[in-house]
Nanobody, 118 residues
């Protein structure tokens, strides 16, 4: 059974930092692309950052230079370091793990709330 579990969300003041973690189990994590999406109230879910199994990264323009994605395949975990947070970063952040080319091998976590106060 595949399980995806996020942690690390919370309330932070603008300019502060948070680190999100996502632990996966039940899959061969190292071959999957892992990433983070977010969804703010009334908005569509959007990609924040993703890292392929080869280490290539992709960031939303709005977070470039402020957020950093990393992964530890030995721990089956992907991280999102978020610095210089802004109120507009407030959203529920979701971890996604998927295997490119295999539509059914696409897994989501339950989400973790990040709230940035001004």
């Amino acid at each position: 059974q595949v399980q995806i579990a996020e942690s690390g969300g919370g309330l932070v003041q603008a300019g502060g930092s948070l680190r999100l973690s996502c632990a996966a189990s039940g899959i061969t994590f190292g071959i999957f692309t892992a990433g983070w999406y977010r969804q703010a109230p009334g908005k569509q879910r959007e990609l924040v950052a993703a890292m392929s199994n080869g280490g290539s990264t992709n960031y939303a323009d709005s977070v470039k230079g402020r957020f950093t994605i990393s992964r530890d395949n030995a721990k089956n975990t992907v991280y999102l370091q978020m610095d210089s947070l802004k109120p507009e970063d407030t959203a529920v952040y979701y971890c996604n793990v998927h295997l490119d080319g295999f539509t059914r091998l696409n897994y989501w976590g339950q989400g973790t709330q990040v709230t940035v106060s001004s």
